[in-house]
């Protein structure tokens, strides 16, 4: 299957510091790209769809000033966690989906803590 | 909105015993339904899918579905489990109807027991 990658895999930071993670697709070209966010025991949250070149679209109750997502590239993604605070600290989830597949290629994740 | 439920946050099995993880949907329409098996470290992989057609779905790993409107489930099912089974489970449905905009459910986690 396709391979999607993320980096960092974990992250800790001081609070109001802003932190960046990336999310490539390494083996296809991702028209789309979806961000997740997991706190422990739960389940996936998604956060926001990007398409390639366009403007990402954020589910309701996601800060779009606060959570940053980049989609300039068929194969790379980014969020960027602006001013982060503990409340943010969680497991960021990326997929990446093609053009011809209706299937998404989920990332190993990215922890990330915030102090 | 459509929701998903898994009813079970735990389940622990012995290796070689058979398996079934339980979930349920609300959606008005038949949408497309997955389970993922996630690892620790690893991204989420896809199991099975289904989408049409035949109500039971083979996939990965030896593990299979069906797909009850009747009961509006897609219970995962497994004859007999490995120990490498052990992992988070997730079933997840997608409203638009094309592997986008995924809700899933809050999980099973799977211990098997040697």
């Known amino acids: 299957g396709a391979v999607v990658s993320q980096h960092p895999s974990w992250v800790i930071c001081k609070s109001g510091t802003s932190v960046k993670i990336e999310c490539r697709s390494l083996d296809f070209q991702a028209t789309t790209m979806f961000w997740y966010r997991q706190f422990p025991k739960q389940s996936l949250m998604l956060m926001a769809t990007s398409n390639e070149g366009s403007k990402a679209t954020y589910e309701q109750g996601v800060e779009k000033d606060k959570f940053l997502i980049n989609h300039a590239s068929l194969t790379l993604s980014t969020l960027t966690v602006t001013s982060a605070h503990p409340e943010d600290s969680s497991f960021y989830i990326c997929?990446?989906?093609?053009?011809?597949?209706?299937?998404?290629?989920f990332g190993p994740g990215t922890r990330l803590t915030v102090l | 909105a459509q929701s998903v439920t898994q009813p079970d946050i735990h389940i622990t099995v012995s290796e070689g015993a058979s398996l079934e993880l339980r979930c349920n949907y609300s959606?008005?329409?038949?949408?497309?339904l997955f389970w993922y098996v996630q690892s620790p470290g690893q991204g989420l992989q896809l199991l099975l899918k289904y989408f049409s057609g035949d109500t039971l779905v083979q996939g990965i790993k030896g593990f299979e579905a069906e797909f009850k409107r009747s009961q509006s489930s897609f219970n995962l099912r497994k004859p007999s489990v490995h120990w490498s089974d052990a992992a988070e489970y997730f079933c997840a449905v997608d409203e638009g109807g094309g592997g986008n905009k995924l809700t899933f459910g809050t999980g099973t986690q799977l211990k098997v027991e040697l």
């Open positions: 959606y008005g329409a038949t949408p497309y």
């Open positions: 997929s990446a989906a093609g053009t011809y597949t209706n299937e998404q290629f």
